[in-house]
């Protein structure tokens, strides 16, 4: 039977096409049969809504009843204390929820979901080095935005996200070793939540 996912993200519009592959991806490394899902219904629209335990445990109630893992996946915006936000959703998801066999995991991508979608690029600009495009405070406006105009895609459906995640997920090993400490962590947490790691 297969494992029912839910990514809720902060703006699902634009971030589900870098999601939803990735995660897709990620349940495959891992060996798992899964539905994944974006939410959509309710429009969160933003960090600060979605950061919201009101608006969560909306969604929570919303959908339990069909979904085992929830997956909240926002940017980090270059917010130290997001991580801890992100750890007190979780602490009240878990004691909402109130079931072994449902879970909500939460990750902030570092510094935005595009950066995911960059991770798997074999061919991005050689002058740029990876460290920096981690660490810029805006990363999609710099690198993103720069790499889909120059394949052509900025002005597409999505803005290219839907064609560069998508051939990023094919490279998920790369994702994993160039995103450890968001996707990284986040792969290592699904895979125990759901039994696939020790």
């Known amino acids: 039977m297969a494992v029912n996912v839910l990514i809720i993200p902060e703006d699902f519009r634009k971030d589900q096409y870098v999601l939803r592959p990735i995660v897709e991806a990620m349940m495959k490394a891992h060996g798992i049969k899964a539905r994944v899902?974006?939410?959509?219904?309710?429009?969160l629209g933003g960090i600060g809504e979605a950061l919201k335990w009101e608006r969560l445990v909306q969604i929570l109630d919303q959908y339990r009843g069909m979904v085992r893992l929830f997956l909240l996946l926002v940017d980090r915006d270059c917010d130290a204390n997001r991580r801890i936000r992100l750890d007190n959703l979780e602490a009240k998801a878990k004691q909402h929820l109130g079931a072994a066999d449902k879970l909500l995991l939460a990750e902030n991508a570092w510094q935005e979901?595009?950066?995911w979608a960059l991770a798997g690029q074999r061919n991005l600009?050689?002058?740029?080095?990876?460290?920096?495009?981690?660490?810029?405070?805006?990363?999609?406006?710099?690198y993103y935005d720069v790499y889909a105009e120059q394949r052509g895609l900025l002005r597409g459906p999505y803005e290219?996200?839907?064609?560069?995640?998508?051939?990023?997920?094919?490279?998920?090993?790369r994702l994993l070793q160039l995103c450890p400490e968001d996707l990284g962590t986040l792969h290592q947490r699904v895979g125990a939540a759901l039994g696939t790691v020790p």
Do not use: F, M
């Open 113 to 115: 979901v595009e950066v």
């Open 160 to 173: 290219g996200r839907q064609t560069i995640a998508s051939e990023s997920a094919r490279n998920y090993d």
């Open 125 to 142: 600009p050689p002058a740029w080095k990876w460290r920096e495009v981690r660490e810029h405070r805006e990363p999609k406006e710099h």
């Open 37 to 43: 899902n974006v939410c959509t219904d309710p429009l």
